[in-house]
């Protein structure tokens, strides 16, 4: 109950922040989730160029958004 508590704290917290602080956590978390993704790629391709890898995360990332949206429309038929 204890983990519960704390996370509905942060949650509460992450609230009250002001608009161009939660921006820039949101920036900041992208940055993070891009990165994963870079050292994804290389660690799969160690001799890929600096050119072919932002090639190979941007087919990623859009990838990620294709599907996600796939899915939401796979959701709202389902629904109907």
């Given at each position: 109950m204890?983990?519960?508590e704390k996370l509905?704290?942060?949650?509460?917290?992450?609230g009250r922040l002001k608009p161009e602080d939660r921006v820039n956590l949101a920036?900041?978390?992208s940055d993070v989730c891009i990165?994963?993704?870079a050292y994804g790629v290389r660690d799969q391709n160690p001799?890929?160029?600096e050119d072919k890898l932002i090639e190979r995360?941007?087919?990623r990332l859009e990838w990620d958004k294709r599907y996600q949206k796939h899915k939401q429309y796979?959701?709202?038929f389902q629904s109907m």
């Open positions: 204890l983990v519960l509905e704290e942060r949650w509460l917290r992450l920036v900041g978390m990165r994963v993704c001799d890929i160029s995360v941007r087919e796979r959701q709202l």
